[in-house]
């Protein structure tokens, strides 16, 4: 068991991970979600924030947390911001086998800290899956699920699945595919957003998360909830 774990953690120290957390008006959430971020079971290799004109003190919070800041308007769309912040990635070198990853965070998403270790794992136990997403749970009553994977209805709706208020008994728990999983810890190669062209920049709020995993699944890729 011991060896297994090994080659397990030696796997996931293969991949190499950026956290682009975009950020707008998010101080009141930021404590926490830096606190989460730099006590990650496993940790990302860098963090990069994107902030999109906030007017609180959200950009001297993550300065004074040694994060690099990203400054763009405050008319700038989600997509725009995260694709901001890879445009400012160099090519990172890995090996066959190894992947490029990039971890989408919202300014008011403070992820447990096995979050990006269990989404790495359960991707690269499955070759085809080419974006991960965590099962979500609400700020302030941390047992109301608020997401397990997205999908969409006939006419147009973003579909959740879940019940009104549903309430976290372990339901949720297993690693399933989906269309699509909120940009809200998004885990997704670089290789396939560059190959998408990233979000659509149309859709600067709502339905770009949808919009990227069916592009995801016409590319040939699978999209799991973990």
Known sequence: ???????????????????????????????EVVAALSSQKHLPDQIIAVDTGSIDGSVKLLSNAGLEVVKKSRSTGFGAAVNAAVERLPKIKVDDGDDEWLWILHDDCAPDRNALAKLLEASLDRPQVGIAGPKILGWYDRKHILEAGVSITENGTRWTGLEEREHDQGQHDEIKNVLAVSTAGMLIKRSLFEELGGFDPSLELFRDDIDLGWRAHIAGYSVICV
């Open 1 to 31: 068991a011991e060896k297994a774990n090994t080659g397990a953690q030696a796997r996931l120290e293969d991949q190499f991970v950026t956290a682009i957390l975009v950020t707008h008006d998010g101080a009141p959430w930021l404590s």
